[in-house]
């Protein structure tokens, strides 16, 4: 059974870039899997960064950017700020109307 | 503005069944699939299955199939998820979502807390 994979937890400092992947136990992402990404803050409803690969839903600073890396698809944010420290979620489409999330990255800025 | 609200939080035994709704505002209710994703405490996010408002049509993830149903009234814009025959790992928030495969999910309900103990 093919998994969504994401680091489970990753460090940065303030006003570095961070790039989050997510990818599939077997295979290759691409943008015909409309990786979404996410992030979540304790007892938060999650909240919209990025759809289909690349675009920033509304409000969503221009510092987060999304792309496919190699065989993956990536989350960077450029100038991490304090209140980045987040929970990120992507989604991968498996086709037949299914999704998938990945396990979530652990962002710690410190 | 396109808001999700949900119902309240739920506390059932094991085996009992849950109901929760989600209505929607602010959008055309049957131009967007409505799609639940759940979150058991400490954990990540979970992809559940998904409803078109407009045909009723579902798809479930198969973990959850022929134990959740998800269903729609289209007169006062609201989806329902049934889950039956509840487990102690079924405690977790259980958020609605708006979303097509192409534009992500967005907006996001609150969430409603169901909580399984005997």
């Known amino acids: 059974q093919t998994v969504v994979t994401q680091e489970p937890s990753f460090s940065v400092s303030p006003g570095g870039t961070v790039t989050l992947t997510c990818g599939f136990t077997?295979?290759?992402?691409?943008?015909?899997?409309?990786p979404s990404w996410y992030q979540q803050t304790p007892g938060q409803a999650p909240r919209t960064l990025i759809y289909s690969t690349n675009i920033r839903s509304s409000g969503v600073p221009d510092r987060f950017s999304g792309s496919i890396l190699g065989n993956k698809a990536a989350l960077t944010i450029t100038g991490a700020q304090a209140d980045d420290e987040s929970d990120y979620y992507c989604?991968?489409?498996?086709?037949?109307?299914?999704?998938?999330f990945g396990g979530g990255t652990k962002l710690t800025v410190l | 503005q396109v808001q999700l609200v949900q119902s309240g939080a739920e506390v059932k035994k094991p085996e009992a069944s849950v109901k929760v709704s989600c209505k929607a505002s602010g959008y055309t209710f049957t131009a967007h699939y409505m799609y639940w994703v759940r979150q058991a405490p400490g954990q990540g996010l979970e992809w559940m299955g998904r409803i078109n408002p407009n045909s009723g049509g579902t798809n479930y993830a198969q973990k959850f199939q022929g134990r959740v149903t998800m269903t729609r009234d289209t007169s006062i814009s609201t989806v329902y998820l049934e889950m039956s025959r509840l487990r102690s790992d079924d405690t977790a928030v259980y958020f609605c979502t708006r979303g097509r495969i192409e534009d992500g999910f967005d907006p996001w309900g609150q969430g409603t807390l169901v909580t399984v103990s005997s």
């Open positions: 077997s295979g290759s992402v691409s943008t015909s899997d409309y």
């Open positions: 989604v991968l489409y498996m086709g037949s109307g299914i999704s998938v």
